[in-house]
């Protein structure tokens, strides 16, 4: 966007076959000379070897430009000559066309609720608070504008407001779409420099009304004079022609808090964006934009409008609004983040502590370890429309890597601007513990923001995962180490950050789970014990790109009491014995019971556990499970002092695996008294023991039919039963 300039200077266009077109603003008395010093300062060709042809006619030095502006025009056109062009003058590439570079940037960028976010994500760097979109059907009038041409964009708008100022640096980064001044403060979220310009697929004159000022931008540069790509007005220094021009600067008035008191005072506390509907084709583009299609791009956002504000740490409510021709205003949907009512400073502390860690990052501050904060927040929607309204809490934790933890992650930082930081986000309602988090739940990747919906932004992970990732130019996705592109560096990035920074703050969002479910038992804390275990990962269901955060996730993890006991308490893998028992068997019951009373601490895990600790637990130290051998192993040194019943119960399960050998010792073979003796392995006659079958029922003892017939081993004859 230019400055604010005279549009009745006149403009003097050079042209030249090898160093293309040139254009100029000067007053009338500048003379021919001035603009071969001009040309002289841009291409190194001296003003001795220039020859200005105008009109057929080569122009003398001292000829005044405004002796040869046409009447009723404002552009004189003139031809260069000079020999040191042709061939050894100056040499280089130069770039497209404004439109044509705006074009190639509509080409790669996504169209739809991405739109939307990229405006968030401008409202996000701001500092601000809150968001409103809103599309307007009013129309204005047409009589007092800028020019004729503006006529067309007095109609139907989408406005865009935040409740933050622009300040210097953001009126000067609008402007230089090639350069992105996000990328000097890595801390901004849009920091690729073109996603502002995804509103082109929208409008062809964007405007900006914040603080002292009202721009608008003219990419086809024909509304404000030739070559002017915009033009600004200054509420204090402006106000005359602002007050003349009144049908102009009526659309920025009544909007969002915005009243015609706000342009006289001289000042607007917030940013209000007006992008006018394009109607017609354009240079620019083809893309025609009604009411449906404004409404289909509210539809896509609030698709996954439920987490736009999940790992956002200014912009805390989002809404969608219209206001119809008669300036009736409605809301349709509204979005907002909210702290843990039990806490309201948690969040706040937890940002102020991973503000501190940034800092020391970019500071260069050694600190090998991962600053983590946790935090809950409750998201709701509100849909007007349909009448819902709907809550989700979530139990956040954002990490900051520390300079040290990873010499090549540093390196990497610094080259690229990047910063190590990692947010989880784990969904606290309705998780299944067998399915991992909420029921239908299907964890994505985030830039701050969501990534546009597909399976490149799904990972397979209970949880959400947010990163300062590096992303491909167009913030479709991840960007990952392919064979032609083995070297990006955006991309050997994000895999360390995968195996460095991800697996600590997950590791600390799991343990402040369970810290949680142990302080909040007695009070209203969505997660049960066994819902922790529906934050693990499923190693099954986990996508190839991030199965790198397994290893040391899990190397920490289950290393801490991260097991819930039958008893209900927390426990190491080491402490545990776990059952896969068939829990609507009564011998389960039984047995289980028994283990717990001789101080063995039972636990049952989901599979998706179960297939962790198989894989993950190494060494001595190996997984222990309730099975025939280990209860013969505590019946041999705890006994058994239960009832008959029971021990005829636990006979049957140590049974259950055919290791006899296994039994001597145990006092666990029923007698016609009903009492019980120890199995042994003499074989004399006075030792043998009898029992009754159904074709020898005499003593009718009340005893197992299913194996008491088989007690033969290798070495010797325990007793015979008339089966054998």
Not at 472 to 479: A, G, P, Q
Not at 507 to 516: H, N
Not at 665 to 679: I, S, V
Request: proline share 5%; charged share 25%; hydrophobic share 35%.
């Amino acid at each position: 966007m230019a400055n604010c300039r005279d549009p009745w200077l006149p403009w003097v266009t050079v042209r030249h076959e090898y160093i293309g077109q040139k254009a100029y603003q000067i007053p009338h008395s500048t003379a021919v000379r001035d603009i071969k010093q001009l040309i002289y300062e841009e291409t190194d060709l001296p003003v001795i070897e220039q020859q200005l042809v105008h009109n057929g006619k080569v122009l003398d030095d001292k000829v005044q430009i405004g002796t040869l502006v046409p009447t009723g025009s404002a552009e004189v056109s003139m031809a260069l000559e000079g020999r040191g062009l042709k061939g050894g003058g100056r040499f280089g590439q130069t770039t497209p066309p404004l439109v044509e570079f705006l074009k190639d940037i509509l080409r790669r960028y996504p169209e739809g609720g991405q739109i939307l976010k990229e405006l968030i994500q401008n409202a996000e760097d701001a500092g601000a608070t809150e968001v409103k979109f809103m599309y307007d059907e009013k129309e204005y009038g047409v009589e007092s504008l800028w020019s004729h041409d503006m006529a067309q964009y007095q109609g139907t708008a989408l406005y865009v407001y935040n409740d933050a100022v622009f300040t210097t640096e953001d009126w000067n980064g609008i402007q230089e779409i090639a350069r992105s001044r996000k990328r000097e403060d890595p801390l901004k979220v849009g920091r690729f420099g073109i996603g502002f310009n995804s509103v082109y697929h929208i409008t062809d004159v964007p405007s900006i009304f914040s603080g002292e000022q009202i721009g608008m931008l003219d990419p086809h540069q024909t509304l404000f004079g030739a070559h002017e790509s915009g033009q600004c007005w200054n509420l204090k220094t402006d106000m005359k022609e602002i007050t003349e021009l009144t049908d102009q600067f009526a659309p920025y008035i009544g909007l969002f808090g915005n009243s015609g008191k706000t342009i006289k005072d001289g000042s607007f506390s917030g940013t209000l964006f007006r992008f006018p509907l394009r109607i017609k084709p354009s240079q620019l583009s083809a893309n025609i934009y009604n009411k449906e299609k404004v409404l289909e791009l509210f539809e896509s956002f609030k698709a996954d409008a439920d987490t736009v504000l999940l790992f956002l740490k200014s912009v805390q409510k989002v809404s969608l609004h219209v206001r119809e021709s008669d300036g009736t205003e409605r809301m349709l949907f509204q979005v907002t983040a909210g702290e843990n009512p039990e806490n309201k400073l948690e969040r706040p502390n937890s940002l102020k502590t991973l503000g501190l860690a940034t800092d020391s990052y970019s500071n260069g501050v050694p600190n090998g370890t991962v600053t983590c904060a946790t935090y809950q927040v409750n998201i709701e929607t509100q849909d007007e429309t349909a009448k819902e309204t709907q809550r989700t809490t979530w139990l956040v934790c954002n990490g900051v890597g520390g300079r040290g933890l990873c010499s090549d992650l540093d390196s990497l930082a610094d080259d690229l601007k990047f910063i190590p930081t990692i947010g989880i986000a784990l969904p606290l309602t309705r998780i299944d513990e067998d399915k991992g988090a909420t029921s239908g739940f299907s964890g994505r990747a985030f830039c701050f923001l969501p990534l546009p919906p597909g399976e490149e932004s799904l990972t397979g992970l209970p949880v959400h995962v947010s990163g300062f990732f590096g992303l491909t130019d167009n913030r479709r996705s991840i960007k990952w180490r392919e064979v032609d592109q083995w070297r990006d560096p955006a991309a050997l990035w994000n895999e360390l950050l995968i195996v460095t920074v991800i697996p600590r703050a997950y590791f600390t969002l799991i343990m402040e789970a369970i810290k949680r479910i142990q302080t909040k038992k007695d009070q209203d804390f969505p997660l049960s014990p066994r819902d922790a275990y529906g934050a693990w990962p499923d190693p099954n269901r986990i996508k190839p790109r991030w199965k790198p955060i397994l290893e040391p996730l899990f190397h920490d993890l289950l290393q801490q009491q991260v097991i819930y006991s039958l008893t209900n308490s927390w426990i190491q893998v080491d402490e545990a014995v776990f059952s896969e028992l068939d829990t609507d068997v009564d011998i389960t019951e039984m047995v289980i019971s028994y283990l717990q009373s001789s101080g063995m601490q039972v636990a049952r895990v989901p599979a998706a556990v179960d297939a962790v600790l198989n894989t993950y637990v190494t060494g001595p130290a190996s997984v222990k499970k309730v099975t025939p051998p280990l209860v013969r192993q505590v019946i041999r040194k705890a006994k058994h002092k239960g009832s008959s019943q029971e021990k005829l119960l636990l006979l049957e399960f140590v049974l259950s695996d055919n290791g006899y050998s296994d039994l001597i010792g145990l006092e666990l073979l029923p007698l016609q008294d009903e009492t019980f003796a120890a199995f042994s392995s003499s074989v004399s006659d006075k030792d043998a023991v009898y029992i009754a079958s159904e074709e020898y029922p005499r003593y009718r003892i009340k005893v197992l039919k299913l194996s008491l017939c088989l007690f033969k081993t290798t070495k010797s004859l325990i007793f015979e039963c008339k089966y054998c």
